[in-house]
């Protein structure tokens, strides 16, 4: 007979965390990257000068339009460019999420004797924080091959090596956007773990099982709208640092706050949501698989293997 969960260390806890993290999050990204592609050639693009034919087919006019300029001048791989870092880091940074969402939440209760919907928040921010360290150099890259327009993918390797060889591992290179990273995921996570959990401690549990996957999985898409909605400056600005500038040679987007400032006087405020809708198609979905995933493949781990 498996051992009960409260019998089960604090180190299989941990392992057990990771691996079912670390599941959800290689899903995730399997699924979803065409509409993280989209969402980043979105963000990248001002707004046209000219209405010419050729600007026009530069131009891209919302999500759908977008998979069809990409489809017709890159093909259809086009929509998996990028996805060798999220795949990469997606393991180790959901691992870390979970993991340190899960290890951090005693620490929040300020002598609550059960988690408190601030104890669900603070632990969602510094699992956030957290992981957009560990993970911002694989996001650099991934832009970079997002935003590569040309119908010949350059490999992973290839666009790293470039970017080490020509602006180093700094915050320059490799490690630009940082601190945009770090207030995306911060954010986001946040709002996701915040909302989740405690709107789920709230709404009554069903015996029936498809009700009760029903109910989280609504409960996980309107976690992941949210947050959308509340990180989405902090991701178009990251998008703006680590993608390619407008001219050549010249950087124009540096700091976090300073690049949400440039968009919003040279494109209004509407331009700091850029990429919301294929944003939202995204991690709505995928923060209800992300959760999903995660809560049966721990429960399972711990039931099957303590």
């Not at 000068?49 to 131009?59: K, N, P, W």
């Not at 494109?267 to 294929?278: H, M, N, Q, T």
Request: charge should be positive; aromatic fraction near 12%.
């Amino acid at each position: 007979m498996a051992a009960q969960p409260q019998e089960i260390s604090h180190a299989k806890r941990a392992a057990f965390q990771v691996l079912a993290g670390g599941s959800a999050g290689f899903l995730e990204v399997c699924i979803m990257q065409p509409l993280d592609v989209v969402k980043t050639r979105i963000q990248i693009q001002a707004t046209p000068v000219a209405s010419s034919t050729a600007l026009g087919e530069l131009h891209y006019n919302g999500v759908f339009d977008c998979f069809a300029k990409m489809y017709r001048h890159e093909g259809i791989t086009s929509y998996w460019k990028g996805i060798m870092p999220p795949i990469l880091a997606e393991t180790p940074k959901r691992a870390i999420k979970f993991l340190v969402f899960e290890q951090t939440k005693p620490l929040f209760q300020f002598g609550s004797p059960t988690p408190t919907p601030l104890t669900f928040s603070l632990a969602g921010l510094t699992a956030g924080t957290l992981e957009a360290i560990a993970v911002n150099p694989f996001e650099v890259v991934k832009v970079a091959q997002q935003a590569d327009r040309q119908k010949k993918m350059l490999s992973t390797f290839a666009v790293a090596k470039g970017i080490i060889k020509q602006d180093g591992l700094g915050f320059r290179g490799l490690n630009k956007g940082i601190t945009a990273t770090m207030g995306r995921n911060g954010v986001f996570n946040m709002v996701y773990f915040g909302f989740y959990h405690s709107v789920k401690n709230v709404v009554p549990e069903y015996k029936e099982s498809h009700l009760e996957f029903l109910r989280k999985v609504t409960i996980g898409f309107l976690a992941g709208t949210l947050a959308c909605f509340v990180n989405i400056p902090f991701d178009v600005a990251k998008s703006r640092i680590q993608g390619p500038q407008p001219v050549a040679g010249q950087i124009k987007y540096r700091g976090t706050l300073s690049s949400m400032g440039i968009v919003y006087r040279e494109e209004g405020f509407r331009a700091l949501y850029k990429g919301l809708v294929p944003k939202i198609m995204r991690l709505g979905p995928g923060g209800a698989i992300l959760l999903l995933v995660f809560e049966y493949s721990y429960d399972y781990l711990l039931h099957n293997y303590s």
